[in-house]
């Protein structure tokens, strides 16, 4: 359920229900979102990377349909990086050990990643750990299948660190299987047992890769994994997070991974999983600390009742950093759309943009069905022109309010308007909230439109005042510096306690 949904906002004055349309916060107004502002100067950047893509895949001996999958430009097309994870998975089927450790070898020693930032190596071993190609269930049977393939790439290759960690992730996908999603009393005793020993699998699987010359980044990530479903003492746990960190710290699965520690459920309380993407972006620094904590937010925002409150305004850097960085991504774009239209102050404008520059390469995994995608960017597209038309009276008032005739204005109208407010509320009753109000005023004083944000009936019959008043042309207030004038006046219920105690 995406936020705003049944929002009846309409161009003209108008009272606002607050719980169908959250307003945008007024301490934080987004400039322009200047998505895509890298394209032109990347583009002979990401020419040579995919030119040394096929450099990798043809020194490896990999041609056709399979090679057509690992080359992909992430820029343009939002399917590359699940083509990529499609492209090892067809290589592991048909048995091609010694090319999927070439590839392997490849991409991590030139630590390759896509536009917008993907880690090529992750993406490989995310496609050789799908027993089934997307969109098909997988029974046990297939699991099985996938376990003797990677056991026999293991057995054929034993010093293959790829071939290693591949299999151990492989064991932890399959040990979740085992377990269920349920709560833990909820799991069966065999279901326990099939957990612990798919997991001590993994774990013999990542202490021999560990004896290995080649060392992978990956294997950080599957530790991780490994920690949190043993149970490691926390200090443990973070040990080896530093480790993975200090071994590459612009690996950002770590900080993905190691920030679900800070749930609830696991070892955190409320705000700890917010502190930590704070501290470890803080510690990354710059563009690269920005592009890290876009990364860990996407990945924790879930939409859920008690997912993570992070920071939009640094979600907004971290995806600018990214396209900074590492180039342009239609996935990064998808994921950046889907947070705005979620998120707790939703910014419409800031969706409508990456929409625009989405088009039709919507991501399935993100959106679920096309039909969801369409009926979200079709309401933001509506939504968005009225969000910014706000957003540009609420500049102009913050401006007014910052000239000393504005200062001075805002007394005087203050007094006028409160007193709507307290005539509403002896007529009303207690039946009063919060309440952001921005009032255009004509030469004379008349109200030439209004809106008034608050869900309470005191709230509507202010409106109704202000509404006669534009309708008879009436001098509501003393005359503005000059007209058109946008004044904001934001009251809360504390405010107008007195009166209801009157």
Same mark, same amino acid.
């Not at 608050?454 to 509507?460: A, C, E, L, Y």
């Given at each position: ?44 950047? %990401?020419?040579? =990377?995919?030119? +040394? &893509? ?6 490896? $001996?990999? !041609? @056709?349909?399979?090679? *057509? ?108 299987? %085992?377990?269920? =999603?349920?709560? +833990? &009393? ?6 326990? $047992?099939? !957990? @612990?020993?798919?997991? *001590? ?302």
């Amino acid at each position: 359920m995406y936020r705003g949904s049944g929002a009846n906002f309409s161009e003209g004055g108008h009272f606002v229900n607050k719980e169908s349309v959250r307003p945008i916060s007024r301490c934080v107004l987004f400039s322009i979102l200047s998505i895509g502002f890298v394209l032109a100067t990347l583009t002979v950047n %990401a020419k040579a =990377s995919r030119a +040394a &893509d096929r450099d990798v895949v043809e020194s490896c $001996n990999i !041609f @056709d349909q399979d090679a *057509a999958g690992l080359t992909e430009d992430a820029a343009v097309n939002v399917h590359a990086t699940s083509d990529y994870s499609d492209g090892a998975r067809r290589l592991l089927a048909a048995g091609r050990f010694d090319q999927l450790d070439c590839l392997g070898d490849g991409v991590r020693s030139h630590k390759e990643r896509f536009s917008g930032g993907m880690w090529k190596i992750h993406l490989l071993y995310a496609g050789l750990v799908k027993p089934l190609p997307r969109k098909v269930h997988a029974t046990e049977y297939d699991w099985q299948a996938l376990l003797a393939e990677l056991q026999q790439w293991v057995n054929q290759n034993p010093k293959s660190v790829t071939a290693h960690i591949a299999l151990a992730s492989a064991y932890m996908d399959d040990a979740w299987l %085992a377990r269920g =999603s349920g709560y +833990a &009393d909820t799991v069966s005793g065999s279901g326990w $047992n099939e !957990f @612990d020993s798919r997991v *001590a699998k993994a774990k013999q699987l990542l202490d021999d890769a560990d004896a290995l010359p080649t060392k992978c980044p990956e294997w950080f990530v599957i530790m991780l994994n490994v920690s949190q479903a043993q149970g490691w003492e926390l200090d443990q746990s973070q040990a080896l997070f530093e480790k993975a960190v200090a071994f590459e710290p612009g690996y950002y699965y770590y900080g993905r991974v190691y920030a679900n520690f800070f749930l609830p459920q696991w070892f955190g309380e409320e705000g700890d999983v917010e502190k930590f993407a704070e501290r470890v972006a803080d510690e990354a620094g710059g563009d690269k600390g920005n592009a890290l904590y876009f990364q860990i937010a996407n990945y924790m925002i879930c939409g859920c009742p008690d997912e993570p409150k992070m920071s939009w305004p640094r979600i907004v850097k971290g995806f600018e950093a990214s396209e900074k960085l590492y180039g342009p991504s239609m996935l990064n774009l998808n994921l950046l759309a889907k947070m705005a239209t979620r998120f707790t102050d939703l910014d419409a404008i800031t969706a409508d943009k990456a929409f625009a520059h989405v088009g039709d390469q919507w991501d399935e995994e993100t959106w679920g069905t096309k039909e969801k995608f369409d009926s979200i960017k079709n309401w933001i597209a509506g939504y968005a022109p009225a969000v910014e038309k706000r957003q540009a009276i609420e500049q102009a008032a913050e401006a007014n309010a910052k000239t000393p005739e504005g200062t001075r204005y805002k007394t005087i109208f203050e007094e006028k308007y409160i007193k709507l407010v307290e005539q509403c509320e002896k007529t009303n009753g207690n039946d009063i909230d919060d309440m952001e109000t921005l009032t255009n005023l004509g030469t004379d004083g008349t109200v030439e439109d209004m809106k008034i944000y608050s869900t309470s009936v005191v709230g509507g019959c202010v409106y109704q005042k202000l509404q006669a008043f534009k309708q008879q042309k009436t001098r509501a207030f003393p005359a503005p510096p000059q007209a058109p004038y946008w004044m904001r006046l934001d009251l809360t219920k504390t405010d107008f306690s007195p009166v209801a105690a009157k």
